[in-house]
Structure formats: C-alpha cells, structure tokens
C-alpha cells in the first residue's frame, strides 16, 4: 500500500515562508510526476506545482516567482518552498504523485490528506 504523508504546514505571516514536504512510502517501483494542490474553503482544489521525474515544472500564475517544487527522487519526497507568502495563499495544501508499483503495470494516482496552511496578520 502507498500512502503519502506531508509536513510543514502552519501560521505564518504574509511576506514570510514556508517549505512543505511529501513523503512517499510503500510498494514504489517508480515515482513519475508529482504535485502539490491548494483547496480554499468554498473553492475549487486547484494546481500549485507539477514536477515530472525528468525535472521539468509548471505553476500556477500567482505563484510563478514565489513558489518553488523540486524533489529527492533517493527519499521520495517531493517540496515545495513558498517565500513571500500572502493571505490569498491560505488553503488546505495537497500533494499527489503517479506512482507506479511494479513493472507493467499503470501508474496510479495517489493523493495525501492535506496540510493546512494560514498566512495571517
């Protein structure tokens, strides 16, 4: 079974920053992209960061500049670093990763239970 398990959640300041971590354990013969998700209450759950495992990334247009997603393909792990945070980044942060279990097979999606982070004077 794969779980996906993220830390680094919290109250912060606007203008401050936070790095939050996605640790992927379980049955893993590889790891393809991964992501990171921000759900608002009332608002849809949208894209934040992709990163394939070659590298390559994309991001949502308010945070181009400010948001940074990188992995540890040797710890599984995916982050993502927010510098210059603001109130309208408040929101419940979700990863995910397309994980392939063994050899022939499809990868599958897998979702973690989301980190709360407030950006708050």
């Known amino acids: ?3 996906l398990v993220e830390s680094g959640g919290g109250l912060v300041q606007p203008g401050g920053s936070l790095r939050l971590s996605c640790a992927a354990s379980g049955s ?3 790891i393809y992209t991964m992501g ?3 759900q608002a ?3 849809q759950r949208d894209l934040v960061a992709i990163i394939t495992n070659s590298g390559s990334t994309n991001y949502l ?7 940074t997603i ?3 393909n040797a710890k599984n792990t995916a982050y993502l670093q927010m510098n210059s945070l603001k109130p309208e980044d408040t ?3 979700y990863c995910n990763a397309f994980i392939l279990e063994r050899p022939g097979s499809t990868p599958y999606l897998y979702w973690g239970q ?5 950006v708050s004077s």
Not at 61 to 67: A, D, I, P, Q
Not at 114 to 118: A, D
């Open 1 to 3: 079974q794969v779980q």
């Open 28 to 30: 893993i013969f590889s």
């Open 36 to 38: 990171w998700y921000r």
């Open 41 to 43: 209450p009332g608002k």
């Open 61 to 67: 247009t308010s945070v181009k500049g400010r948001f």
């Open 70 to 72: 990188s992995r540890d």
């Open 91 to 93: 929101a419940v942060y």
């Open 114 to 118: 989301g980190t709360q982070v407030t």
